[in-house]
């Protein structure tokens, strides 16, 4: 504990100080998502030749996320849970450093100053983001850079939308709900993607080398990688000031890396703390109330996500498919499976500046494996928000969820109760 105090005392004065020297200087960086109520349903950085460099800028911000959590479980099965009380779960910091240092050349990092996985602070990854090529020299290729973007790092990949809404460790400012997806398709991994983007197309291939952990050891099996390959197609127009259409299809493919990560890469952790979890455990389950497939070497992965705004009301969507193999152990073969992901869900915003929401989402995740029974796994989640400033959001939700198919732990086993939240994005 008294690291975590530690670790955000030096935060919340790292941050008082850069936020008094740059605000004199503060400005939008281009082609940038913004950290705070601006950035609530943009996807991917918008895309604009407009250039206001004029000197290496550097922007400090972050977040600051805190739960109170209300939450109880049970199951049928022999094996005791442990017991959960009302209380607020451990508060969680990010910092971002953003710097622009071209024309159309930007950086970003993320660093994790607390969260649940570590008691330290740790880097999340960050990225080299390219839209111009004046560097080189000044048009050089702006007929094509008028539409494409590069960007190149150790960061989080672009698979699906989904990751666009989602709560990444305390910046859950664009996530309406408490609470990631079931089967939370999220990964950090060194590579390169190339967007193009033009009258509401959006086109983009990417490639990684798979893993989470860097190292150049060669495994068991004489190998110390292998690639991944990226692929997103779809398109995004404001149709007139009332109306938003998106829809996008997107693939994760693997030949062979030593272990997949696409579904058990987020270091920092579930929000539903401590749920289903064993009274006889001896370690903490992070992702508690998450679901991730035993695939181990290789795995196609599809999402498709429409999206829809219409005034105040919008829908999100995500329908996800995949395939692979899972690990050998001692007393298993590999086996192949498979497991498909549902999850719908409607947002109402209103009041000025729709200052405030009410919403619902559905979950239901399915997998199967040969020689094994299917299993299931569904979730209603209810959520309202209020922003208090376009950096303040307050919500509230209800959760619960529920298994099918399994036995032991998590025999009949569901979670339901009320987590409340309160965030700080800048």
């Given at each position: 504990?008294?690291?975590?105090?530690?670790?955000?005392i030096?935060?919340?004065?790292?941050?008082?100080?850069?936020?008094?020297?740059?605000?004199?200087?503060?400005?939008?960086?281009?082609?940038?998502r913004?950290?705070?109520?601006?950035?609530?349903?943009?996807?991917?950085?918008?895309?604009?030749?407009?250039?206001?460099?004029?000197?290496?800028?550097?922007?400090?911000?972050?977040?600051?996320?805190?739960?109170?959590?209300?939450?109880?479980?049970?199951?049928?099965?022999?094996?005791?849970?442990?017991?959960?009380?009302?209380?607020?779960?451990?508060?969680?910091?990010?910092?971002?450093?953003?710097?622009?240092?071209?024309?159309?050349?930007?950086?970003?990092?993320?660093?994790?100053?607390?969260?649940?996985?570590?008691?330290?602070?740790?880097?999340?990854?960050?990225?080299?983001?390219?839209?111009?090529?004046?560097?080189i020299?000044?048009?050089?290729?702006?007929?094509?850079?008028?539409?494409?973007?590069?960007?190149?790092?150790?960061?989080?990949?672009?698979?699906?939308?989904a990751?666009?809404?989602?709560?990444?460790?305390?910046?859950?400012?664009?996530?309406?709900?408490?609470?990631?997806?079931?089967?939370?398709?999220?990964?950090?991994?060194?590579?390169?993607?190339?967007?193009?983007?033009?009258?509401?197309?959006?086109?983009?291939?990417?490639?990684?080398?798979?893993?989470?952990?860097?190292?150049?050891?060669?495994?068991?099996?004489?190998?110390?990688?292998?690639?991944?390959?990226?692929?997103?197609?779809?398109?995004?127009?404001q149709?007139?000031?009332?109306?938003?259409?998106?829809?996008?299809?997107?693939?994760?493919?693997?030949?062979?890396?030593?272990?997949?990560?696409?579904?058990?890469a987020?270091?920092?952790?579930?929000?539903?703390?401590?749920?289903?979890?064993?009274?006889?455990?001896?370690?903490?389950n992070?992702?508690?109330?998450?679901?991730?497939?035993?695939f181990?070497?290789?795995?196609?992965?599809?999402?498709?996500?429409?999206?829809v705004?219409?005034?105040?009301?919008?829908?999100?969507?995500?329908?996800?498919?995949?395939?692979?193999?899972?690990?050998?152990?001692?007393?298993?073969?590999?086996?192949?499976g498979?497991?498909?992901?549902?999850?719908?869900?409607?947002?109402?915003?209103?009041?000025?500046?729709?200052n405030?929401?009410?919403?619902?989402?559905?979950?239901?995740?399915?997998?199967?494996?040969?020689?094994?029974?299917?299993?299931?796994?569904?979730?209603?989640?209810?959520?309202?928000?209020?922003?208090?400033?376009?950096?303040?959001?307050?919500?509230?939700?209800?959760?619960?969820?529920?298994?099918?198919?399994?036995?032991?732990?998590?025999?009949?086993?569901?979670?339901?109760?009320?987590?409340?939240?309160?965030?700080?994005?800048?």
């Open positions: 504990m008294k690291k975590y105090i530690q670790t955000l030096i935060a919340i004065v790292l941050v008082a100080t850069t936020t008094n020297t740059y605000a004199q200087n503060s400005r939008d960086f281009d082609n940038y913004q950290p705070d109520k601006r950035g609530i349903n943009v996807f991917e950085d918008p895309k604009d030749t407009i250039s206001s460099f004029e000197k290496l800028h550097v922007r400090m911000g972050g977040s600051f996320a805190l739960q109170f959590q209300g939450l109880d479980h049970e199951n049928s099965g022999a094996e005791e849970l442990a017991g959960l009380s009302s209380n607020f779960n451990l508060a969680t910091a990010n910092l971002d450093l953003d710097v622009a240092l071209a024309p159309g050349v930007r950086m970003h990092l993320r660093t994790y100053l607390s969260s649940r996985h570590h008691n330290e602070p740790y880097v999340k990854g960050g990225y080299f983001q390219v839209d111009k090529l004046d560097f020299e000044e048009g050089f290729l702006d007929n094509i850079m008028k539409y494409t973007t590069i960007k190149v790092g150790h960061m989080e990949n672009n698979y699906g939308d990751h666009f809404r989602r709560s990444d460790n305390a910046q859950a400012i664009y996530n309406p709900f408490v609470g990631n997806l079931i089967m939370d398709s999220f990964t950090t991994e060194v590579g390169a993607e190339v967007y193009y983007q033009r009258d509401g197309f959006i086109g983009m291939v990417g490639f990684t080398n798979g893993k989470l952990n860097q190292s150049v050891e060669e495994n068991a099996n004489g190998k110390s990688g292998g690639a991944s390959f990226l692929a997103k197609v779809g398109y995004d127009k149709v007139n000031s009332d109306l938003r259409v998106r829809l996008t299809g997107s693939l994760y493919n693997t030949g062979f890396i030593p272990s997949l990560y696409l579904y058990n987020d270091r920092a952790g579930s929000r539903y703390y401590h749920v289903l979890q064993a009274e006889s455990a001896t370690s903490d992070f992702r508690s109330g998450r679901f991730s497939p035993s181990k070497n290789s795995v196609t992965a599809v999402m498709i996500n429409p999206f705004k219409y005034k105040g009301v919008e829908f999100f969507g995500t329908i996800e498919m995949n395939q692979g193999t899972t690990n050998a152990t001692a007393t298993s073969e590999a086996l192949d498979e497991t498909q992901q549902y999850a719908g869900e409607v947002i109402y915003r209103f009041g000025q500046n729709e405030f929401y009410i919403g619902g989402r559905y979950n239901l995740v399915n997998s199967q494996y040969d020689g094994t029974e299917d299993v299931t796994i569904d979730r209603f989640q209810a959520s309202a928000g209020w922003f208090m400033t376009k950096n303040i959001l307050a919500k509230v939700e209800y959760v619960k969820q529920t298994y099918d198919g399994y036995t032991g732990l998590y025999e009949d086993a569901k979670f339901d109760g009320i987590m409340v939240e309160a965030v700080i994005s800048f």
